[in-house]
């Protein structure tokens, strides 16, 4: 079966631009997660759906960035005014629930490299 | 807060074994993950340990978890070239129920030929 997808692979945009990244998780998985990867160090979390609420968006660095899952499925990364410090990999994983057993073991998808210019 | 440390740069020679080993601090961890990133590739999951077992064996993966001293390793059998790559030990929040992962800032394993 198909695995979490992301949309596009690459983007590059000049600082003060709007962006949105797309991730289409695996079907079924109803908690779906956004996370940053900035060059040479680990993801970093920033926002948890389970299905179509944001349960936990603890993470998001300021009110630049948002995000959305309407349908409970595909997921949209929105940030606002881009700063070149926000260059880095999104990453998004799903799972089948998040309750702590062997069935939230998350899934990744490829990610989207922004670059800010 | 939680934090995940794991040493930078390992370089062993194929067909040695490799072992990468990782610390964290959040004790209320239910599972603790292994996982694999190739150059300009995303994450995939190598193996998991369920925070009440001490070891657990996949074919020429070996984790080792010392609860106690909040210590993990990853022992690879017979190191290939194909195993180099970034590796990223992770823990599960275990302060909230939103299964968030805590990373490392990986371990870069080269093997030489």
């Known amino acids: 079966g198909a695995g979490v997808s992301q949309t596009p692979s690459n983007k590059v945009t000049e600082k003060g631009k709007y962006v949105e990244l797309r991730c289409d998780p695996i079907?079924?998985?109803?908690?779906l997660y956004w996370y940053r990867q900035s060059l040479g160090q680990g993801p970093e979390f920033l926002i948890y759906?389970?299905?179509?609420?944001?349960?936990?968006d603890s993470g998001l660095p300021n009110d630049r960035f948002f995000a959305v899952r309407p349908e409970g499925s595909v997921s949209t990364l929105k940030i606002q005014r881009t700063e070149r410090g926000d260059s880095a990999v999104y990453l998004c994983?799903?799972?089948?629930?998040?309750?702590?057993?062997?069935?939230?073991?998350?899934?990744f998808g490829p990610g989207t490299r922004l670059t800010v210019l | 807060g939680e934090d995940v440390e794991q040493s930078l740069f390992l370089s062993v020679r194929e067909g040695d074994s490799s072992v990468i080993n990782c610390t964290y601090t959040?004790?209320?961890?239910?599972?603790l993950y292994w996982y694999k990133q190739e150059p300009g590739a995303g994450l995939q999951l190598l193996t998991y340990?369920?925070?009440?077992?001490d070891m657990k064996q996949d074919q020429r993966l070996t984790v080792l978890l010392n609860k106690k001293d909040k210590h993990l390793s990853l022992r690879i059998a017979d190191t290939q070239t194909g195993d180099s790559a970034i590796y990223f030990c992770?823990?599960?929040?275990?302060?909230?129920?939103?299964?968030?992962?805590?990373f490392g800032q990986g371990t870069t394993l080269q093997v030489k030929p």
């Open positions: 994983a799903s799972s089948l629930s998040s309750g702590g057993g062997v069935a939230d073991t998350q899934y």
């Open positions: 079907s079924g998985h109803t908690a």
């Open positions: 759906f389970q299905g179509t609420g944001a349960a936990d």
């Open positions: 959040d004790s209320s961890s239910t599972y």
């Open positions: 340990i369920f925070s009440n077992m």
């Open positions: 992770a823990e599960s929040d275990g302060s909230s129920n939103t299964g968030k992962l805590i």
